[in-house]
């Protein structure tokens, strides 16, 4: 069965923007993180600032993003023609928004568990502790590493829409 999505809909102007910010802003936080993690503390200080600050900015946005979804009209859901593959976007973008939030607060635990926001405070690194002792640490990259991936799933399903119903998906977010 051929089903033809309405792309005339579109979403408000502030989730458009928060969107493709919030985006931006995790392509250049995931590397940023994963290059620090090999890193000595003397050797990260700086880039942790950056990280925090930009996990902060995306943490406020998300929730900004998560007041518009309940408030603000949008399109309907896409629909592919398969229910899996219609249940399987809708999930998708669920756990972006759990992830975003999971991601934020073991960010947030982790600056507070492991000493940095101190060591950054007092300039003293020995305050910041191994990352064997930071609990947070752990879960905070492994929801970065599913981020990532669910992300690759959404572009996959972008051009997925693109190639073979040919349906221009970006219409509704840009």
Known sequence: MEVKNDLSKKFDKGTIWI???TAVLILALFPMGKYMSGLEPEDKMNLIKIHAILGIVIFILTIIRTYFFFKKPRPEDLKTGSKFNDKLAVWIHNIFYLLLFGIAISGLATMIIGGYGEALKSGNLELIKSHDEIGPLAPH???????MILLAMHVIGFI???ILKKENTLKRIF
């Open 160 to 162: 997925k829409h693109f």
């Open 19 to 21: 969107h493709w910010l």
């Open 141 to 147: 990259g492994l929801m970065a590493t599913i981020m």
